[in-house]
């Protein structure tokens, strides 16, 4: 069996910002959520048989104790994210596994289901449904793999590879170093892209990175410069890898047939018929 792990989050904001809008009969902003809700059971009806789809229920999560810039709701539109709730209830009513994400984030909940998936010999292959550079990390051989649904390019260990220079398990290391602007910190001044995948490609983690550039022997833009940097910041260099390392600790399920989609419940009808009536504003 397949198993496929939805970023319900990316998918959200996605449909938000590619649709017009359109509001229910109560006047509620929906666009988004049918749009999602519609894309998931093509995938169903294309044959995905066992699907996961994970939410960040509440945007904020432990990372902002740690870092104070982490990303936060501040700035999303309040009729996004007031469609979370909504997007869970008819994904749940569609007969859709949910796990809508509080303390974690989604992607936390991706990298948590990939591990459980994978660790069953019954599952062929677990697909990571995002392309948020992050998820990177869970990629493992053939077996966990990452969908871009959007352009349908599929990452594999030599993909992921091929992309940033570095392993899947240097992708947290990668992150702490350039930085993510998605999620809010800036990496460490001086380490573009192409510098940290030739360090990392030899050293793989932070802590194997020698102090003295001259060790490192791999090419690198002004190396001086970079070994400064990092030992005047490694403390902050394992802060950002502590925020670009995902959790694996959720129980989301005990077994993956609890992600075999079985069919719509009786209340996806009523609510199905309510988006579809909605109108464009």
Request: hydrophobic share 45%; aromatic share 8%.
């Amino acid at each position: 069996m397949r198993i496929h792990l939805i970023d319900g989050t990316y998918e959200l904001f996605r449909h938000y910002h590619a649709l017009p809008p359109a509001r229910d009969p109560d006047g509620r902003e929906v666009a988004a959520v049918r749009g999602v809700v519609h894309s998931v059971l093509g995938m169903v009806s294309s044959g995905a048989t066992h699907v996961g789809v994970a939410t960040d229920h509440v945007i904020e999560s432990f990372r902002n104790r740690l870092w104070p810039g982490y990303k936060t709701s501040e700035g999303v539109p309040a009729d996004l994210l007031e469609q979370f709730p909504l997007l869970e209830e008819a994904l749940s009513a569609a007969g859709v596994t949910v796990w809508p994400m509080g303390e974690l984030e989604a992607d936390d909940a991706l990298a948590a289901g990939a591990a459980a998936a994978a660790s069953d010999r019954r599952v062929e292959q677990v697909i990571v449904c995002t392309p948020d550079k992050d998820l990177a990390q869970v990629v493992r051989g053939a077996r966990v793999v990452q969908l871009n649904r959007r352009t349908g390019v599929v990452l594999d260990e030599a993909g992921v590879e091929a992309k940033f220079g570095v392993r899947p398990e240097s992708i947290p290391d990668y992150l702490a170093l350039v930085g993510d602007a998605a999620d809010g910190y800036p990496g460490l001044a001086g380490w573009g892209a192409k510098s940290t995948a030739a360090v990392l490609a030899r050293y793989r983690h932070l802590e194997a990175i020698p102090d003295d550039w001259r060790q490192w022997g791999v090419n690198a833009h002004n190396p001086a410069a970079l070994a400064r940097t990092l030992a005047a910041t490694r403390d902050l260099a394992y802060l950002f890898r502590t925020l670009a390392t995902l959790r694996t600790d959720a129980r989301l399920f005990a077994d993956v047939e609890e992600l075999r989609w079985k069919g719509p419940t009786p209340a996806f009808e009523e609510l199905a018929r309510r988006l579809d009536d909605a109108g464009r504003t």
